[in-house]
């Protein structure tokens, strides 16, 4: 199993900045993708960026060039820097993981893991 921690939210006024980590633990050698995802009230969970074993980053098109993702693979972290923060990302950002799906893993079987998630909220 693998255990997600999310940290870094708060309150922050529109324009600003926060970084988002989130530290994986257990078995993170199955791990094969991570990513974030946001949900705010009364809207459906949805997909912010993601970053595979290689460092291929992957964006949402309303986060492109705004938001950043990176991985520290000695700490088992993926971080989401968000530059330019707008109202309208307020929202619980969780982080997520994928295992099963490259050639390496593919004797484990797919599964996604998430944390507990951590409040943004942007004010105007």
């Known amino acids: 199993q693998v255990q997600l921690v999310e940290s870094g939210g708060g309150l922050v006024q529109a324009g600003g900045s926060l970084r988002l980590s989130c530290v994986a633990s257990?078995?993170?050698?199955?791990?094969?993708?991570m990513g974030w995802y946001r949900q705010a009230p009364g809207r459906q969970r949805e997909y912010v960026a993601g970053?595979?074993?290689?460092?291929?980053?992957n964006y949402a098109d309303s986060m492109k060039g705004r938001f950043t993702i990176s991985r520290d693979y000695g700490k088992y972290t993926v971080h989401l820097q968000m530059n330019s923060l707008k109202v309208e990302d307020t929202g619980v950002y969780f982080c997520?993981?994928?295992?099963?799906?490259?050639?390496?893993?593919?004797?484990?079987?797919?599964?996604?893991?998430w944390g507990q998630g951590t409040q943004v909220t942007v004010s105007s």
């Open positions: 970053i595979n074993s290689g460092g291929t980053t």
């Open positions: 997520n993981a994928l295992s099963g799906l490259s050639p390496q893993t593919a004797g484990v079987k797919r599964k996604e893991f």
């Open positions: 257990g078995s993170v050698g199955m791990i094969d993708v």
